[in-house]
């Protein structure tokens, strides 16, 4: 699955700098994930430490963007050449 950021985002800036990918950033009104770069940590961490830090529990998966792990590893691998 993808992540997503709800709008109960209190605009803490704890997940921003937590992502490996740099895949949040601050959009218009709450923090944002790029869909592209997000991997869900895969590669880099056994879970997402966006979700991991968030206060306010407002990173759910979004089921309207269901990734496999193998999709997200052939995202991270991607990510990692461009590098």
């Known amino acids: 699955m993808s992540l997503f950021i709800t709008d ?3 605009n803490c800036d704890v997940c921003e700098p937590e ?3 740099s895949a ?3 959009g218009d009104e709450i923090y ?3 869909m592209a770069l997000c991997t869900e940590c895969v590669g880099h961490f056994d879970e ?3 979700v991991e830090v968030c206060p306010v529990d ?3 998966e979004d089921p309207d963007n269901v990734e496999s792990h193998d ?3 052939a995202k991270y691998d991607v990510l990692m ?3």
């Open 8 to 10: 109960e985002c209190i």
């Open 19 to 21: 992502c490996p990918n």
């Open 48 to 50: 997402p430490q966006c």
């Open 24 to 26: 949040i950033t601050q």
């Open 32 to 34: 944002e994930i790029d």
């Open 58 to 60: 407002c990173i759910p």
């Open 81 to 83: 050449a461009a590098k």
């Open 71 to 73: 999709t997200l590893k």
